[in-house]
C-alpha cells in the first residue's frame, strides 16, 4: 500500500502530515501528487470527499518552499468557487505548511480591499480567491499575474454551474503561458472539457471513480408524497422533514438539510428553531463572517443541523455529517451527487434523504438516470393534516340549502307600488348623469383645430354681404388652350 513517504514529499511537509495523524493518501492522492511534482499539468477527477485538495495543496508547497515573493505579484494561485470553499482550502494551507515559511493571502468577499491589500503589498506566495473578488483586485491595479508558477482550479464544474468560465478564462489569459496548471473536478461537462483542451498541456489525466457517482458508504431513501392541495404543501413539507429527522434520532448526530432558494432556507430555520431543534443556517445573501460562524458552530457540534443552500454542497470538508436531508429535489442531476457526498465521508458510513413531490418527479428521473440505479423509497410518515386542508364551504350551497322565505301575497303587492315609485327617480338621476357624461365625452373628442374664444359676440363685419360679379371666361379660356398647345407641343 503507498503511503505518503513514498510520493517524494520534502521532510517538513511530511511531518506536517504525520502531526495530522494521516499516513497513507487516498487515491487521488497517490496518482495526483507524483506528476505534479514534477511539474506536470494534473486533470483530477473524482467524486466530492476523495482528498483532492491535499492532492494539490501538499505539491504547491513542497516546490514552493524555495523561492521569494514579490509585491503585488504572487507566486501561485488557487481559484474557488465558493468563500467557503476558499477559505477551507486556505486552512489545509496553514495546517501542511506551519514548518514551511509561506505567505498566504485569502481574497474573498465580505472582507474589506485595504486588508487583503496590505497583504499583497508586503508579496505573498500563495494566493487564495474566488474570481470576482481576484479580478475586482486586477482591475483597480493592485495585482498583477504575470509571476504566476502554479495555477489551480477547485471544484471546475461548480465554477460552470455559478457562471464563473468567462472569468476563468479571463484569469487564464492573464497568467504565463509557463505556468502549471492542476484542474481538479467532480464531473466533466463538454464546457470544461473545452477549457482544459486550451488551457492545459498535455495533462496527466487522474480519475479515481466514475463520474457522477455516489459512495457506496451511503445508504439513499427517497420519500414521494402528495399534499391535499397546494396551500397547505409546504407546511405539510416541513411536517414530513421534521417526521424523518426524528425517525432517524438513533443515529442522527449532525446533519445538512438542502434546500434550493434561499427563501425556503429561512423558513425552514425558522420551522425547526420553533419547534425546538437546534439549528443554523448559511446561504449568499448572509454576511461572510455569520456565514463563517454557523460554519464553525456546525464542525465544533455547537449546530446539530445546518440548513444550507448549494453553497455548502461542494468542497466543504466537515468529515463528521451523519446525514443529509434534501428538502427540495435538486434541479441540476449533479448536485445531487455533491449534497449527499457531504456525509459517508472517509469511509465513514452516511444517510441521505430526499423529499419529492409530483411536480418533482421529472428532476427525480434525471437524477437516477445519471447515478445509474434507482432511489429505494421511503414510505411517507403519517403526519397531522393541516386544518386548513379541509375543504372550504361555499357560500352558494349555502343558498341553496336555506328554505326560501315564505310572505304572503299582500305584503309584495304592498312593496310593489313603493318600487315603482323609486324607480322613475333613479332613471331620471341616471339620465342626468348619462347626459352629463355624453356631453364630458363630446367636449373631449373636439378636434383640436376648432377656433375658440369668440363666444356668442361676432364681428359686424362678417354679417355684411358681397355680390361677386363674373367675368366673360373667353380670354381665359384662349389663354388656357394656349397653355395646353404649349403643353401638348
Known amino acids: 500500500m503507498t503511503k505518503f513517504t513514498d510520493l517524494g514529499l520534502s521532510p517538513k511537509v511530511l511531518k506536517a502530515i504525520a502531526d495530522v495523524g494521516y499516513d497513507t493518501p487516498t487515491p487521488i492522492q497517490a496518482e495526483a501528487i507524483p506528476p505534479a511534482l514534477e511539474g506536470r499539468d494534473v486533470l483530477g477527477i473524482a467524486q466530492t470527499g476523495t482528498?483532492?485538495?491535499?492532492?494539490?495543496t501538499l505539491p504547491m508547497i513542497h516546490k514552493l518552499a524555495r523561492g521569494r515573493a514579490r509585491a503585488r505579484m504572487p507566486r501561485s494561485l488557487v481559484l474557488a468557487p465558493t468563500r467557503e470553499l476558499a477559505a477551507q482550502v486556505a486552512?489545509?494551507?496553514?495546517?501542511?505548511?506551519?514548518?514551511?515559511?509561506?505567505?498566504?493571502?485569502?481574497?474573498?468577499?465580505?472582507?474589506?480591499?485595504?486588508?487583503?491589500?496590505?497583504l499583497i503589498d508586503r508579496g505573498v506566495d500563495v494566493l487564495i480567491a474566488t474570481p470576482g473578488r481576484l479580478l475586482d483586485h486586477f482591475e483597480r491595479g493592485k495585482l498583477l499575474l504575470t509571476g504566476i508558477e502554479i495555477m489551480v482550479v477547485d471544484e471546475a464544474d461548480r465554477m460552470l454551474d455559478m457562471g464563473f468560465i468567462p472569468d476563468i478564462e479571463r484569469i487564464?489569459?492573464?497568467?504565463?503561458?509557463?505556468?502549471?496548471?492542476?484542474?481538479?473536478?467532480?464531473?466533466?461537462?463538454?464546457?470544461?472539457?473545452?477549457?482544459?483542451?486550451?488551457?492545459?498541456?498535455?495533462?496527466?489525466?487522474?480519475?479515481?471513480?466514475?463520474?457522477a457517482t455516489t459512495s457506496e458508504n451511503i445508504e439513499q431513501k427517497v420519500c414521494c408524497f402528495k399534499a391535499p392541495n397546494r396551500k397547505v404543501e409546504a407546511k405539510?413539507?416541513?411536517?414530513?422533514?421534521?417526521?424523518?429527522?426524528?425517525?432517524?434520532?438513533?443515529?442522527?448526530?449532525?446533519?445538512?438539510?438542502?434546500?434550493?432558494?434561499?427563501?425556503?432556507?429561512?423558513?425552514?430555520?425558522?420551522?425547526?428553531?420553533?419547534?425546538?431543534?437546534?439549528?443554523?443556517?448559511?446561504?449568499?445573501?448572509?454576511?461572510?463572517?455569520?456565514?463563517?460562524?454557523?460554519?464553525?458552530?456546525?464542525?465544533?457540534?455547537?449546530?446539530?443541523?445546518?440548513?444550507a443552500s448549494d453553497v455548502a454542497a461542494r468542497g466543504l470538508d466537515i468529515p463528521n455529517v451523519s446525514h443529509v436531508?434534501?428538502?427540495?429535489?435538486?434541479?441540476?442531476?449533479?448536485?445531487?451527487?455533491?449534497?449527499?457526498?457531504?456525509?459517508?465521508?472517509?469511509?465513514?458510513?452516511?444517510?441521505?434523504?430526499?423529499?419529492?413531490?409530483?411536480?418533482?418527479?421529472?428532476?427525480?428521473?434525471?437524477?437516477?438516470?445519471?447515478?445509474?440505479?434507482?432511489?429505494?423509497?421511503?414510505?411517507?410518515?403519517?403526519?397531522?393534516?393541516?386544518k386548513s386542508t379541509r375543504a372550504p364551504k361555499t357560500d352558494k350551497p349555502k343558498q341553496e340549502q336555506k328554505p326560501a322565505p315564505q310572505k304572503s301575497a299582500p305584503a309584495k303587492q304592498d312593496k310593489a307600488p313603493a318600487k315603482q315609485d323609486k324607480a322613475p327617480a333613479k332613471s331620471a338621476d341616471n339620465n342626468e348623469q348619462n347626459n352629463r357624461s355624453k356631453k364630458s365625452r363630446n367636449h373631449k373628442q373636439e378636434p383640436k383645430n376648432t377656433v375658440k374664444g369668440m363666444g356668442d359676440h361676432m364681428p359686424a363685419f362678417m354679417t355684411q354681404s358681397f355680390d361677386f360679379v363674373k367675368k366673360d371666361p373667353a380670354p381665359q379660356a384662349s389663354s388656357n388652350d394656349d397653355a395646353d398647345a404649349t403643353d401638348d407641343a
Open 51 to 56: 482528498g483532492k485538495t491535499a492532492g494539490f
Open 91 to 118: 486552512e489545509n494551507f496553514e495546517l501542511y505548511a506551519k514548518y514551511v515559511k509561506l505567505d498566504m493571502a485569502l481574497l474573498i468577499g465580505g472582507v474589506s480591499f485595504n486588508e487583503q491589500d496590505k
Open 172 to 211: 487564464f489569459k492573464l497568467t504565463p503561458f509557463t505556468r502549471q496548471t492542476l484542474f481538479f473536478s467532480a464531473t466533466m461537462a463538454p464546457e470544461i472539457t473545452r477549457i482544459t483542451q486550451e488551457f492545459l498541456q498535455n495533462p496527466t489525466r487522474v480519475e479515481v471513480a466514475r463520474q
Open 236 to 307: 405539510m413539507k416541513r411536517d414530513t422533514l421534521r417526521a424523518i429527522i426524528e425517525s432517524q434520532s438513533e443515529t442522527l448526530t449532525n446533519g445538512i438539510i438542502f434546500c434550493n432558494r434561499k427563501v425556503d432556507v429561512d423558513i425552514v430555520l425558522k420551522s425547526l428553531k420553533k419547534h425546538g431543534y437546534n439549528a443554523g443556517a448559511i446561504h449568499g445573501d448572509l454576511d461572510q463572517r455569520y456565514r463563517m460562524e454557523v460554519l464553525n458552530g456546525f464542525r465544533n457540534n455547537d449546530i446539530q443541523l445546518l440548513v
Open 325 to 386: 436531508f434534501n428538502y427540495d429535489v435538486p434541479i441540476h442531476s449533479e448536485d445531487y451527487v455533491h449534497r449527499i457526498g457531504r456525509t459517508g465521508r472517509a469511509g465513514r458510513s452516511g444517510w441521505a434523504f430526499m423529499l419529492c413531490l409530483p411536480h418533482e418527479q421529472k428532476h427525480l428521473d434525471k437524477i437516477e438516470e445519471l447515478v445509474k440505479h434507482p432511489i429505494p423509497r421511503l414510505d411517507a410518515p403519517v403526519v397531522e393534516t393541516p
